[in-house]
């Protein structure tokens, strides 16, 4: 999958702080909206909810820096192998937990083959 256009869905007020809602259209003709966001971003979260950790939520792509260049760097990569970690970035947290469900039954299945050989 090829980027052919990226926008910011709204203004970056800190480019170590912050996070921004990506508009990335391909040329598969879909456009993605992504979150992305930068390490001091998810630091401020856990202090904010008073956690040592971040809680689940919409997949989203971390940077250094909340730069355009950085930014479309990350979001190409993302796009590779037919956009995998793109459309898993978009759709990750409307996966139905049955298909996961199905997913770790067949890994189970696979690892007892594999121990009883």
């Known amino acids: 999958?090829?980027?052919k256009h990226i926008r910011f869905a709204?203004?970056?007020t800190d480019v170590h702080l912050d996070n921004v809602d990506v508009l990335?259209?391909?040329d598969h003709g879909y456009t993605y909206t992504i979150v992305v966001c930068t390490p001091g971003n998810l630091l401020n979260q856990m202090e904010?909810?008073?956690l040592n950790f971040i809680t689940p939520d919409t997949p989203t792509i971390i940077v250094k820096e909340l730069t355009?260049?950085?930014i479309r760097e990350a979001i190409?990569?993302?796009?590779?192998?037919d956009g995998y970690w793109l459309k898993l970035c978009q759709f990750g947290d409307d996966i139905d937990i049955?298909?996961?469900n199905k997913l770790e039954e067949q890994h189970r299945k696979e690892w007892e083959e594999?121990?009883?050989e």
Not at 76 to 81: G, M
């Open 1 to 3: 999958m090829r980027v």
């Open 10 to 12: 709204h203004e970056i």
């Open 24 to 26: 990335v259209e391909t």
């Open 48 to 50: 904010e909810n008073k």
């Open 68 to 70: 355009e260049k950085i």
């Open 76 to 81: 190409e990569i993302y796009a590779e192998d």
């Open 98 to 100: 049955s298909v996961l």
């Open 114 to 116: 594999w121990n009883d």
